[in-house]
């Protein structure tokens, strides 16, 4: 399994760019990345999702260079809702194996 | 509505009194999980199933067990419950061609 190296925190303020960068050095030729969010006391709830180049939907952005050794999640225009911990996971092949590493993610604060 | 239920919400125990944490899903996934969070250690997979009868132990299976016997739903069971279990429960299910996880509202056990 892949480990992931996230930052522990980070600040930003209201209506700022934020972007999360991911460092997964081991990561294999079948590894996917994604990206949670998680609010206190509440379960996480996916955000993206993406194997090469660049993913984007309605609330993200994920960028991974071609080496994929590392990811960047990119939240355009945060707001203070955006205020949670964000989880990097690699893993392979969903319909395969499905045992993933959590780490201690990005714990986000957006300041008015 | 599609959603993953998790029962009971709040439970206290004593140890050594088995319990069972029912978790229930209604979007057909393949996948289901069962997760703990505990301050500073993050999230951590107990197991996971891909699909009926189909099991695996995740990071931290000891003291736990499962049973998938339907595709709907997956309990998790602490036979002698002690006090280090004392955490926040997640269950979580997907489907097999993506790593997007559902995850239900967390059950908060405390082991006195």
């Known amino acids: 399994l892949a480990k992931t190296t996230q930052p522990i925190s980070m600040d930003s303020y209201e209506g700022q760019e934020v972007n999360i960068t991911c460092s997964h050095n081991n990561i294999a030729t079948n590894d996917y990345i994604t990206w949670y969010q998680q609010f206190p006391s509440q379960g996480p709830r996916f955000i993206i999702q993406g194997y090469k180049t660049k993913v984007t939907n309605e609330v993200a952005s994920l960028f991974i260079p071609a080496d994929r050794k590392s990811s960047t999640l990119s939240l355009p225009r945060v707001s203070l809702s955006d205020t949670a911990v964000y989880y990097c996971l690699v893993g392979d092949n969903p319909g395969n194996n499905r045992k993933l590493i959590w780490g201690l993610g990005t714990s986000l604060a957006v300041n008015p | 509505e599609a959603q993953v239920t998790q029962n009971p919400r709040y439970l206290i125990t004593v140890t050594g009194k088995k319990l069972t944490v029912t978790c229930s899903q209604n979007m057909n996934h393949e996948y289901m999980s069962w997760y703990r969070q505990d301050p500073g250690l993050g999230l951590r997979q107990i197991y996971y199933?891909?699909?009926?009868?189909?099991?695996d132990k995740g990071d931290v299976p000891e003291g736990y067990k499962v049973s998938r016997k339907e595709k709907r739903n997956f309990p998790l069971i602490l036979e002698s419950p002690s006090p280090n279990q004392t955490s926040l429960y997640f269950c979580?299910?997907?489907?097999?061609?993506?790593?997007?996880?559902?995850f239900g509202p967390g059950t908060r056990l405390t082991v006195t």
């Open positions: 979580a299910s997907g489907s097999t061609s993506t790593f997007e996880q559902y």
């Open positions: 199933s891909m699909n009926v009868e189909v099991t």
